[in-house]
């Protein structure tokens, strides 16, 4: 057997064998004759001479004329140009390339915000629907007035050193052992640790939060001001004085369930000192209220001197005794409910969980903002931001990480989440997954470099891969003018280095097969004309095809997903241009200059080879006599082997009742898909950061200091006017806010409005909707405390104006004395919170005031389910939708006659819309993937014309779906965001393998075998370097902490083993059990 020059063994083979002298042809065709007249399982076999025997015919049979775009002897004229001048091209491409990115980095990087040109994450929604009109007609319009009254300079102030919440910092404990985190010493005295790394140190006094008095007139220099305590249960275990007498009668009383049912009945009308509706009142008896108030003050005698300042106490057992009966009464159980999980209870006083929170101040230097603007105003914040963020991580981190370590503490582990440095946090862990995925594009360039045989050919592709990138953001962005652009389109990075490599392998193996084809031997130009059009089609089909499923995205209304799409499919156009382009070039400039020189390692241009490389395989074809030539192992192997695997009968069977049986598992398992009911993780389940934030949100029941998602009622909003807003060109145009022209604030609108909070306050039917805090509901009423300052003049006095007396006096305000008024109660100190904050500041979002009209009034309540972090499943969120939806009804049967015009009923932490995102999550994955699907068969049947062909593809990519989507849900996800996005572009993913196959089969001649082994032999070893490139490529990903890029590894992964399997698998046996014949190629179908 003779084998071709030194020059072409460099590289793998995937090629047809030469053709044979005509006597061995007839021969051959002879015997092709006699096995088409035999059963097809004695001619099951192709052997590769017959098949490449009909491919040559089928070239020579149809020559080519001479057209625009190709010359007389059939040549395409374009090829003719790069073949002949090569270099130029190449390095013109290589400069346009550099230029137009060069122009994207003017264009957009320039002018990003920050450097930073991706569409910052929030605001996602249909702009459509009803959740997202009424968010922004509520945040726009809150947005709008709070403008306004910056530009009439009525928003500076002055704020006392250390006196505002700068950060936040949670400390969560994990018990190791059966007694909980408070059974024994050695846990408590672990958690004190963790502490006492701030508390006993002396700077921490420097950057704590202050508790200043009430009345800040009375704050001089020489004001000594402690630091506010943690929010803990440590603060009662480290009582400064503990009384066990008095503990101990207070634990009896509350055993008797009587007691216990008494004091939560009355609730916070027990104490004087706080209004409570007359109807309510009425309905106790003196004893009742009596027995309340003297138990209220036992136990606040007991708790005055929970402050952390002592050693810990002797009777462990007692403390977490008296917690636990605490818990049970709802005005008492806001002093110890923050820091035991929710099965902390009598009957298992063992908590195995706790938190608790240290408060960070700012800023530090009496600070004033008058005549600031915003961004002057951002900028001097920002400044204490990262000082003190620089402060604990010079002097705390370290220790924070020891306190962390689970070697520490036998009996607990600890975890952080500290406001002030996630960000760094996160990015070091972007970093470091950014690191795993260049263990992906390094597989992908050896592999290139492996399959090519040439570091010049690997270096080329690699370089047409990565710049795929900039230029297709170049279309996207300055072609197009598409300013949004999604956090989502990193992920094109990674779906170009897999289709990329896969088109690169097409051609360069095209360029291989050629060599054994004598008649386009001629020369160069005529060889490669053979490689353009060979590759140029089948590749254009594929990439058409992956465009479109990648554009079927635009069925969502969510921009990100949209932006996604668009750049996906303008990241796979420009890929096959670069192909087709610049690696066509590269392919000419190897041919010239360095493909006999490989084993020699030159590495440098030492000028034209002569004779050239084809010459010599066509001499080498032609001194061969008819034998066949060596080839390398794996064509050979798709060639013959999996071909006649494919072929047998029996084989065929195996394979049916395999697929059929995954297939029929598969869908089973799929259609137990269920949607999350659970927040949705953002990082691994064992990383430290999110083991604290799912304790957080898993473990703890909703307690008195837990920050509630906030739900508005608002009147005098107009809905949001969304005219000629389209997020994709304008990111941040959501429309203009309106307001109703016949709002009217009159003296019987206020009284709705504060009748209507008092109800949210103590109506027990909203008990488990709107969160409590000591007994009452958690509603935010600018009119009670504007009613006050009506009254008094000011806010000093928080006893008479939580009592509620002034509401004997004609409290109605005027609307005509509102701009004298508004700007001096604005300024007022709140007396709803404890840490000082101001009346504007508390109802930042509730005043709709501008500075000279009150557009706006609006109520809100905490709710009792949701927060304001992470994201909650649709379920929860939808439960809790409809019940507020529900009250919205109410208020504008109570309230809207008075004030004229509908409620508006929204929430500003985005729960609701994200709520409706999921629902669209879903929606856009099940018409994606089936869009995907349909736009495959339809673009197969328009270039097959084969009705069968377009239809068994399409197919075989539902069965990758189906397959992707049932191995899903054995793995465990949930239909959360991350899955239905994944779920939504697998069609774009799976198109490739099979889409080759079938061309391939389509373009091929003879009998249905004979199209089978030619396929084989053409496309297998292309198909199965991909396939290699794509899985080993995502194997990396697995190992990401981010989940989206942990679980978008998992599924490149699955779609693309499941499609290489079903296309060489189930498509080709498939074709090979029915063998429907096709007509010689023309006009119409061919079926």
């Known amino acids: 057997m003779q084998e071709l020059p030194d020059a072409t063994d460099d590289f793998v083979d995937n090629t047809d064998p030469p053709t044979f002298p005509s006597t061995m042809q007839e021969e051959e065709e002879k015997k092709v004759d006699e096995a088409d007249k035999t059963p097809d399982v004695e001619k099951a076999v192709i052997t590769p001479y017959d098949a490449i025997q009909a491919s040559d015919n089928n070239y020579d049979a149809e020559p080519r004329k001479k057209s625009c775009w190709s010359d007389e002897r059939g040549n395409l004229k374009v090829v003719n140009l790069v073949v002949r001048n090569p270099c130029k091209i190449f390095w013109l491409i290589i400069a346009l390339v550099v230029a137009l990115t060069f ?18 994450p929030g605001n996602e929604f249909d702009l459509m629907d009803v959740r997202s009109i009424q968010y922004d007609s509520m945040r726009l319009a809150s947005d709008k007035v709070r403008g306004d009254r910056v530009d009439m300079g009525m928003e500076g102030k002055t704020t ?13 404990f994990e018990a190791s052992t059966p007694s909980g985190l408070f059974g024994d010493e050695q846990s408590i005295e672990g958690m004190k640790d963790a502490y006492d790394i701030f508390l006993n140190d002396p700077g921490y006094e420097d950057y704590c939060l202050y508790n200043y008095p009430r009345n800040l007139s009375l704050v001089t220099e020489n004001t000594t001001v402690e630091c506010t305590s943690p929010l803990t249960p440590l603060l009662m275990y480290y009582a400064s004085y503990w009384d066990p007498e008095a503990v101990a009668e207070v634990i009896e009383e509350l055993k008797d369930p009587a007691k216990i049912e008494a004091l939560n009945k009355i609730g916070v009308c027990a104490n004087p000192q706080v209004f409570c509706p007359p109807e309510i009142v009425e309905t106790f008896t003196p004893e009742e209220v009596f027995f309340a108030f003297s138990f209220g003050l036992k136990v606040q005698n007991i708790t005055s001197t929970w402050d952390m300042k002592g050693d810990l106490i002797d009777n462990i057992t007692q403390a977490t005794e008296l917690a636990s009966y605490m818990v049970l009464v709802d005005v008492f159980a806001g002093v110890v409910d923050f820091g035991f999980d929710q099965t902390f209870s009598v009957a298992n006083p063992a908590s195995q969980y706790s938190r608790g929170i240290l408060f960070w101040g700012g800023p530090y230097t009496n600070r004033n903002t008058s005549g600031l603007s915003e961004e002057e105003a951002k900028e001097v914040r920002k400044a204490d931001d990262d000082r003190l963020k620089n402060y604990i991580l010079e002097n705390y981190l370290e220790k924070m990480d020891k306190q962390s370590d689970p070697e520490t503490h036998a009996t607990l582990n600890s975890y952080y989440f500290m406001t002030a440095i996630i960000g760094d946090v996160i ?5 470091q997954d950014g690191l795993l995925a260049l263990f992906s594009f390094a597989f992908v360039f050896c592999w290139i470099r492996l399959n090519t045989g040439s570091w010049f050919l690997a270096f080329v592709g690699f370089f047409e891969i990565f710049f795929s990138i900039p230029v297709a953001w170049f279309l996207f962005t300055v072609v197009f003018q598409i300013k949004y652009f999604s956090t989502l389109n990193t992920l094109a990075l990674f779906i170009v280095a897999a289709i990329g490599a896969d088109d690169i392998f097409i051609f360069m193996d095209a360029y291989k097969q050629s060599q054994y084809h004598l008649d386009i031997l001629t020369d160069l130009e005529t060889r490669m004309s053979w490689v353009y059009r060979r590759t140029g089609t089948a590749m254009a089909i594929t990439s058409a095809t992956t465009c479109a499923a990648f554009l079927c995205t635009l069925i969502t209304p969510l921009s990100s997903i949209q932006s996604f799409g668009i750049f996906a499919a303008c990241v796979i156009l420009i890929d096959y241009v670069l192909v087709m382009s610049l ?13 006999s020189r490989a084993k020699c390692g030159c590495c440098c241009p030492c000028g034209v080879q002569t004779p ?28 013959t082997k ?4 494919v072929q047998k009968p029996l084989n065929r069977h195996f394979l049916a009742v395999v697929f059929l049986s995954w297939v029929g598992v598969s869908i089973w398992q799929a259609t137990k898909i269920e949607p999350t009911k659970e927040n949705e993780q953002f990082l691994d389940e064992n990383h430290p950061l999110q083991k604290s934030i799912s304790i957080l949100d898993q473990e703890f029941p909703t307690a008195n200091d837990d920050i509630g998602m906030k739900v508005y009622y608002a009147w005098g909003l107009g809905l949001v006017d969304r005219t000629g807003v389209n997020r994709l060109l304008e990111p941040d145009n959501f429309g203009v806010p309106t307001f109703e022209s016949n709002f009217d604030f009159n003296d019987q609108c206020q009284v709705e409005l504060l009748s209507f909070s008092d109800r949210l306050k103590t109506d027990p039917k909203y008990r488990g909707l709107i969160k409590r805090k000591n007994g009452v509901g958690q509603v935010y009423s600018f009119i009670e405390e504007l009613a006050a300052f009506n009254v008094y003049g000011n806010l000093n006095n928080c006893t008479e104006v939580k009592k509620g007396d002034w509401r004997n006096a004609a409290w109605q305000v005027d609307t005509a004395d509102l701009p004298e008024m508004m700007p001096k109660f604005l300024e007022q100190k709140t007396c709803f919170a404890d840490d000082g904050e101001t009346v504007a500041s508390r109802y930042s979002k509730e005043v709709g005031w501008d500075g000279a009209t009150l557009k706006y009034a609006a109520i809100s309540a905490e709710s009792d389910k949701l927060d304001p972090f992470g994201r909650d499943s649709e379920f929860l969120t939808r439960q809790e939708y409809d019940q507020f939806i529900l009250l919205a009804k109410e208020a504008d049967e109570l309230v809207s006659v008075h004030c004229s015009g509908s409620v508006v009923m929204t929430d500003l932490d985005e729960k609701f819309v994200f709520m409706n995102n999921q629902s669209i999550y879903v929606q856009t994955a099940i ?16 270039s097959t014309r084969v009705f069968h062909i377009a239809l068994f593809a399409s197919l075989s990519i539902t069965c990758v779906l189906i397959s992707v989507v049932g191995t899903m849900v054995m793995m465990g996800w949930y239909l959360g965001s991350i899955e239905s996005i994944l779920i939504g572009i697998i069609a774009g993913f799976s198109v490739d393998y099979v889409v080759h196959l079938a061309y391939a089969y389509e373009i091929a001649s003879g009998d249905t075998y004979e199209r089978i082994t030619e396929a084989f032999g053409d496309l297998g070893i292309s198909v199965f370097n991909g396939m290699i490139t794509s899985v080993v490529a995502s194997i990396p990903l697995f190992f990401c902490q981010l989940q989206f890029f942990a679980k978008f590894g998992t599924f490149l992964c699955l779609t693309i083993a499941f499609s290489w399997i079903f296309a060489n698998f189930g498509f080709m046996s498939l074709l090979a059990q029915l063998k429907i014949p096709l007509k010689e190629k023309g006009r119409g179908c061919r079926l």
């Open 427 to 431: 990015l070091d862990i972007v970093t």
């Open 612 to 639: 050239s490389v084809t010459e010599n395989a066509k001499a080498a074809i032609e001194a061969n006599n008819g034998e066949e030539m060596k080839r390398d192992r794996v064509s050979e192997f798709f060639r």
């Open 103 to 120: 122009v994207l980095n003017i264009a957009v990087f320039r002018t990003a915000e920050n450097g930073n040109p991706f569409t910052l």
């Open 160 to 172: 006392l050193k250390q006196s505002e919440v700068e950060a936040i910092q949670y400390w969560v």
């Open 642 to 645: 999996v071909s006649s695997f």
């Open 583 to 595: 690696f066509c070039t590269a392919v000419v400039i190897y041919h010239d200059r360095y493909e």
């Open 927 to 942: 018409q994606s993937a089936i869009l995907g699907v349909c736009i495959a068969f339809v673009v197969l049947l328009v």
